[in-house]
């Protein structure tokens, strides 16, 4: 079974950075999409960044792109987050996603193309 688990989500002040990272286990990163989303209490849950394991394609949500960098260590099986010059309005839960098959016809961020889900990792940005 596949299994996903989130860490490095943490508080920060305007502008601070954090570093968040998914385990996988049981999932073969060279052959699928990943991805990173977020949900703030009372909103729907959006994506933010994805990437293609197998080449590398990434897509990004037009809020953060230039700040987040998504990333994969293939050896360790992890996939990462690097969020830089975090914002108040990026407080959210964020989730690591996978995918069970490849299409490639599917919008990268679109969250019901993603079948496995991690428990999330809070992140609060401050004033």
């Known amino acids: 079974q596949v299994q996903l688990q989130e860490s490095g989500g943490g508080s920060v002040q305007s502008g601070g950075s954090l570093r968040l990272t998914c385990a996988a286990s049981g999932y073969t990163f060279s052959n699928n999409r990943m991805a990173w989303f977020r949900q703030a209490p009372g909103k729907e849950r959006e994506g933010v960044a994805s990437?293609?394991?197998?080449?590398?394609?990434?897509s990004y949500a037009g809020s953060v792109e230039g700040r987040f960098t998504i990333s994969q260590d293939n050896a360790k099986n992890t996939l990462y987050l690097q969020m830089n010059s975090l914002k108040p309005d990026d407080t959210a839960m964020y989730y690591c996603a996978a995918r069970d098959e490849s299409n490639t016809d599917w919008y990268p961020l679109a969250t019901s193309t993603y079948s496995y889900w991690g428990q999330g990792t809070q992140v609060t940005v401050s004033y």
């Open positions: 990437i293609y394991t197998g080449g590398g394609s990434t």
